[in-house]
């Protein structure tokens, strides 16, 4: 059974900074795309950002592009977001997601953990 669990999300104030983790089991995810999405409480889920099998591509939203860096460790399956500068506006739950595809059309993803809670104060 594929699981991705996410853990690292808290309270944080505003210019504050978190790191969010994400552990997968079941099968290994080397060869495949994984990323971070968020859904704040009456929004749609929104792409975050990807990194690529080998970490050596990566893609961000324009929303957080040079705060937050994505970076993943395929030896122990894992994929993490540094989060720096964090606004109020970056409130949301963060969901972990391998196998990701079209992250800047019809995204999409194969597997998803069940959300961390980030809550930034103003």
């Known amino acids: 059974q594929v699981q991705l669990v996410e853990s690292g999300g808290g309270v944080v104030q505003a210019g504050g900074s978190l790191r969010l983790s994400c552990a997968a089991s079941?099968?290994?995810?080397?060869?495949?795309?994984m990323g971070w999405s968020r859904q704040a409480p009456g929004k749609e889920r929104e792409f975050v950002a990807i990194?690529?099998?080998?970490?050596?591509?990566?893609d961000y939203a324009d929303s957080v592009k040079g705060r937050f860096t994505i970076f993943r460790d395929n030896g122990k399956n894992t994929v993490n977001l540094q989060m720096n500068s964090l606004k109020p506006e970056d409130t949301a739950v963060y969901y972990c997601e391998a196998g990701v595809r079209n992250w800047r059309g019809s995204y999409s993803s194969d597997y998803w953990g069940q959300g961390t809670q980030v809550t930034v104060s103003a």
């Open positions: 990194i690529n099998w080998s970490g050596g591509y990566t």
């Open positions: 079941g099968r290994t995810f080397s060869s495949d795309a």
